[in-house]
């Protein structure tokens, strides 16, 4: 029976006016709810502007001032977007890029709460029975207690001791980590040196700083003494006393031991989520091997003597997840039934994203963006949410061609749930499932910010932007190959998945690695591949690190050319032109903004009123060169400057690279966390690109890349192969694989299912192999 409409089903559209976000320009849309809208466009065109730095950001920003002041103080603060009206908002859930975070006890297994239903399946069904289920988890501790307590009791008192063991699953060997370290006390320490000399070697721990002054104000060590000279009891208590409360400085402060201490501060974190120069010291210093006691598994004996069908939760956190997902499939258990349905689906769902052939054990800090991101969509999978707005920033990174149907599909039944799913996304095969296309430009930086083109897919065809033009243009094979002048050998590789591989890598050419995920492709190249001789460049999908006040200037060092030629022109310090430094403005420190603190309410930044922003003094401000001040110099976008700072020879070259690798919108000053991952990667790809090396690896390079930028990228490896280099891309976009001059392409399947050569020679040799690849690059060829 028909209804009169209601005046709540008004409310279809996410509707936006005037959006000013980074480079947008008064952008104004209209968003269908409860449909798949692709946000298309050029690399820095403002697609992520506007969806995750205008939409998203506000939804987020209101559902925060839902919450009492005081609880707003422990969330990120969060500025209302430069935009005059924007409503129809929904709560929005953010599925991006972002690696998961880097402790290292997280897994697989615990970032996704599978290992939480196994211990409490190992609790009711393991045998022998050992305890609850955190009996079985590797991050508690098994702990005893005892004592007494004094009862009343009628006319008399009664006294009952009682002894308590709280079961947990920790190796006590380990701490529950995995690993053991090796220290090399070498590297600690210069023994020819006393600690007022500066003997200790670790980074952060300098001659007279607090960090030493512990050891030589303790009264436990003479610090003019060279540490040669060191009696047996000295030594022990310099390297591994146990905490003991001292005064120091009439402070009360801990001593202990160097060992511990370096222990707890660098060895307790992922080697990845450390600064580069204490990376380095740990890989110098400290030598990691499987825990012997637990084999690596992380559990104690008692956790792992606990089984099911002959299995311990260790092995079952060992097994690949289709293959346990199997397993758990055939455990007839009727007391547990809803438990295993719930972490049969759970399973299930690793497997139809793509990621069955990942281990619950595998550490969460070593999956790529793309793993990490098809990891957080599992548990909005099977959520009861609806009516929510699911935004994902290119889920199709690191998958081949033949596992994006599975991503459409996952997509689809998100928005079939009635969710509002936006995605940003340059692969046109996504674009083709859409029912709303929004396609940002026409260029980029401060050449975009604009909506080219809004409708559907059929239309965006027939629309001339440069998205409908690249999406239509199919790639044909080169007319020849280049010819190897060498090969680095790769014999017997048996790491993680890979069976036994032996396979030539040519020298010369430009050689593309490509497979399904998890074929094994990147444990061949970057874990077996000899890297001594020829020199062996990497540039991977690790994330910049930098401050706040970092930018493509400073990241790149073309600063230092830049400064020094203001200097040399006006006859005055370069310091003068840093902002981190002489020349900084005094009011903002030179980060041209002043933050206000409101206790607990949200912080607020406005731009400094004294700079106006420009972060430099005014007296530095008079010094020009050229007819620019510094200020001006770094506001100009990198196409520009590579121009105006033709005599600077330094300059000039960093810059050119920054304009080869396509980034000529980007303004020199721009701080790095406004760059959209495909931009930074690249930034990275150009300083490295500065190296004198014999070969480059590059791990999908094209990640973020529009479809037109993919072709400045090929140019720009062709001229390294040129000038007589190797350049090998582990990659899944077919433009890049036809355009290779040599394909190793691994597989079968994933997991224990690849792990092998499934072909090696040229792309139309490919096409014909009957490979999934070959059979996708022959779809996608000009026919």
Request: net charge negative; with cysteine; hydrophobic share 35%.
């Amino acid at each position: 029976m028909p209804h009169d409409p209601h005046i709540a089903d008004s409310h279809d559209y996410i509707r936006v006016e005037g959006a000013r976000e980074n480079n947008l320009k008064d952008v104004t849309v209209e968003i269908p709810k409860r449909r798949l809208t692709v946000f298309t466009g050029v690399s820095g065109s403002g697609k992520s502007s506007l969806v995750f730095d205008t939409i998203a950001a506000e939804s987020q920003r209101l559902i925060n001032e839902t919450y009492s002041a005081f609880v707003q103080g422990f969330m990120p603060s969060m500025a209302r977007p430069d935009v005059d009206v924007i409503d129809g908002l929904t709560t929005a859930i953010l599925v991006d890029q972002e690696r998961m975070g880097a402790n290292a006890r997280s897994t697989v297994g615990t970032a996704t709460d599978a290992n939480a239903i196994l211990r409490i399946l190992f609790s009711r069904l393991g045998e022998p029975h050992i305890g609850p289920p955190p009996a079985f988890s590797f991050n508690i501790p098994t702990r005893k207690a005892s004592g007494s307590m004094t009862v009343d009791k009628g006319q008399g008192e009664r006294v009952v001791v009682r002894n308590v063991v709280y079961h947990g699953g920790m190796c006590p060997a380990c701490e529950g980590m995995g690993t053991v370290s090796d220290i090399d006390l070498t590297e600690l320490y210069d023994e020819t040196k006393s600690l007022a000399e500066g003997a200790v070697t670790v980074p952060g721990y300098k001659a007279g700083g607090w960090s030493m002054r512990q050891f030589t104000e303790s009264g436990f060590l003479d610090p003019d003494k060279p540490i040669s000279k060191y009696t047996k009891k000295e030594l022990k208590d310099f390297l591994y006393k146990e905490p003991t409360k001292v005064k120091v400085a009439n402070l009360n402060l801990t001593y202990e031991g160097l060992v511990p201490q370096i222990q707890k501060s660098y060895l307790s974190k992922d080697p990845d989520a450390l600064q580069p120069h204490i990376r380095a010291f740990v890989e110098r210093a400290v030598t990691f091997t499987p825990c012997p006691e637990c084999g690596g598994t992380r559990l104690n004996e008692a956790a792992r003597s606990s089984k099911i069908d002959g299995k311990s939760i260790a092995d079952a956190c060992a097994m690949q997840v289709s293959d346990l997902a199997d397993w758990v499939r055939g455990l007839d258990q009727p007391s547990v039934a809803p438990l295993l349905a719930a972490l049969s689906d759970l399973l299930d769902s690793f497997v139809e994203i793509g990621l069955g052939y990942l281990s619950l054990d595998r550490p969460s800090g070593t999956l790529s963006g793309g793993e990490a991101q098809r990891t957080r969509m599992i548990r909005h999978l099977g959520s009861a949410l609806t009516d929510v707005t699911y935004v994902f920033d290119e889920p199709t990174i690191g998958l081949h061609p033949h596992d994006i149907q599975r991503m459409n599909d996952l997509l689809v039944q998100l928005r079939d749930k009635g969710n509002t799913v936006l995605v940003v996304e340059h692969d046109p095969e996504v674009m083709e499932i859409a029912d709303h296309l929004v396609d940002m430009g026409p260029g980029a930086g401060t050449r975009g910010g604009e909506i080219v083109y809004q409708g559907d897919f059929a239309g965006l065809l027939s629309s001339g932007t440069a998205t409908g033009k690249h999406v239509e243009r199919r790639p044909g094979l080169k007319p020849g190959f280049r010819q190897p002048n060498g090969a680095i050998p790769i014999v017997g590789a048996t790491l993680h998945n890979l069976q036994d591989v032996s396979v030539d890598v040519p020298l010369g050419v430009l050689v593309a690695v490509t497979g399904v995920a998890g074929s094994g492709k990147s444990s061949l190249i970057h874990g077996c591949m000899p890297r001594t001789d020829p020199s062996v460049t990497v540039i991977d999908q690790s994330e910049i690190r930098g401050s706040s006040r970092s930018n493509p200037a400073t990241y790149t060092g073309v600063a230092d050319p830049i400064r020094k030629a203001f200097a040399k022109a006006n006859d005055v310090k370069p310091a003068l032109f840093s902002s981190n430094s002489e020349g900084a403005c005094p009011e903002c420190k030179g980060l041209g903004l002043i933050t206000t603190d409101l206790g607990f309410m949200e912080k607020v930044s406005t731009v400094c009123d004294v700079c106006q922003g420009r972060r430099f003094m005014d007296e530095v401000l008079e010094y020009e060169l050229r007819g620019k001040n510094i200020a001006e110099a770094l506001d100009m976008p990198i196409e520009e400057a590579a121009d105006f700072f033709e005599q600077e020879k330094k300059a000039r070259v960093i810059l050119g690279r920054l304009r080869d690798v396509g980034l000529g919108y980007v303004q020199l000053g721009q701080a790095l966390n406004t760059l959209s991952g495909g931009e930074r990667q690249r930034l990275k790809l150009a300083i490295e690109m500065g190296n004198d090396s014999d070969v480059y690896v590059l791990d999908e390079p094209t990640t973020g890349l529009h479809l037109k930028d993919v072709e400045h990228l090929l140019g720009l490896l062709d001229r390294l192969v040129d000038d007589g280099r190797t350049v090998i891309v582990i990659e899944h976009n077919l433009d890049v694989i036809a355009h290779a001059d040599w394909v190793i392409d691994m597989g079968p399947g994933a997991g224990h299912d690849g792990g092998q050569v499934v072909f090696e020679g040229t792309p139309d040799d490919l096409v014909t192999s009957g490979t999934l690849t070959g059979q996708h690059l022959g779809r996608r060829l000009v026919s």
